[in-house]
């Protein structure tokens, strides 16, 4: 297999050989691939992600907060709750709407 690269990019692997960073122009192409897959598996995640609090704001599942200080608060919260096994997180941040103004 042949691939094209660009002069800047065929300088930069070279740059990465010379320096002893990796053995050869295969390993930097095989590196690179390697890294490619893994930032497109985390790209998609993030885009699950994304959608997964999408939805829960389409479904009122919100919590609203009049400062960073209720914000901090209901985290550290959280946080030892699901330390002590009282409740797991995702049962606490999801399904609930609370407002930091009622509370």
């Known amino acids: 297999m042949n691939i094209q690269l660009s002069s800047e990019d065929m300088t930069f692997v070279e740059n990465l050989v010379e320096a002893g960073v990796y053995k050869n122009v295969d ?3 095989a590196t ?5 897959g893994s930032n497109e598996g985390k790209f998609v ?3 699950r992600l994304i959608q997964e609090g ?5 479904a009122g599942r919100v919590l609203e907060f009049d400062s ?3 914000l901090t608060a ?5 946080a030892e ?23």
Not at 32 to 36: C, S, Y
Not at 54 to 58: F, G
Not at 81 to 103: C, F, H, I, M, Y
Request: proline share 2%.
């Open 74 to 78: 209901h985290i550290l919260e959280m």
């Open 32 to 36: 690179a691939l390697r890294l490619l």
């Open 81 to 103: 709750e699901q330390k002590n096994a009282k409740a797991p997180v995702g049962d606490l941040a999801k399904g609930t709407k609370r407002s930091a103004r009622n509370s």
């Open 27 to 29: 390993e930097v192409v």
């Open 68 to 70: 960073a200080d209720q």
């Open 54 to 58: 999408v939805d829960d704001i389409e």
């Open 45 to 47: 995640e993030l885009q």
